[in-house]
């Protein structure tokens, strides 16, 4: 296993987790709401660079690898679930939300998984709407941890409209995915 500064970064996004769901666990004497809000939303944001930032050197540095391609999308998936969860605890999101966000996560990764086993990988790879909805999820997500009205704005109602825009661009993104992997699917199917 390679270890590097973009491994490293990717292992701390996965470290980071913990803590922001531990931000709400803390004695009430210990932090107010809002100052839990504001540690879990700057957590989340941290994270948020150290993807940006993981991929950027791990290309300018020549670092790059199969595992840093295996762990960092893994890291992603696994900070957005943990956000969108204690999201769905404090009532700021709905379940529905979380579970086609969550679901559609797996069903892609898996749908990934085996489309590199047959040898297809290309047929599902990364596009600008998958781009686009992870923006939307990047946006939405620290927007209703911080929960707070910022500059006049109403930001739990703009953080609303984001995540609920974040589940439709998920679903686009997921049936995308799925109509690009179906040649192969129902290839597949018809040699059984």
Do not use: C
Not at 37 to 51: E, H, K, R
Not at 99 to 118: F, Q, V, Y
């Amino acid at each position: 296993m390679p270890f590097n500064l973009p491994i490293l970064l990717t292992w701390l996004r996965i470290v980071a987790i913990p803590l922001l769901i531990a931000v709400y666990y803390l004695p009430a004497d210990w932090a107010t709401l809002h100052e839990r809000d504001l540690a879990a939303t700057s957590i989340f944001v941290a994270a948020a660079l150290t993807d940006w930032a993981d991929g950027y050197l791990a290309r300018k540095l020549d670092q790059t690898s199969a595992f840093g391609a295996f762990l960092d999308p893994v890291a992603d998936k696994l900070m957005v679930a943990a956000a969108l969860i204690v999201l769905v605890e404090l009532g700021r999101t709905d379940a529905i939300v979380a579970s086609i966000i969550i679901g559609r996560e797996i069903t892609i990764s898996a749908l990934r998984e085996w489309m590199a086993k047959i040898g297809a990988a290309k047929s599902v790879a990364v596009s600008m709407l998958g781009k686009i909805k992870t923006a939307a999820q990047m946006l939405a997500i620290p927007i209703l941890l911080y929960y707070q009205p910022l500059l006049g704005a109403d930001m739990q109602r703009f953080g609303n409209w984001l995540i609920w825009i974040a589940a439709l661009l998920t679903l686009w993104s997921m049936g995308y995915y799925l109509r690009m992997a179906w040649p192969e699917i129902a290839k597949r199917t018809a040699e059984k």
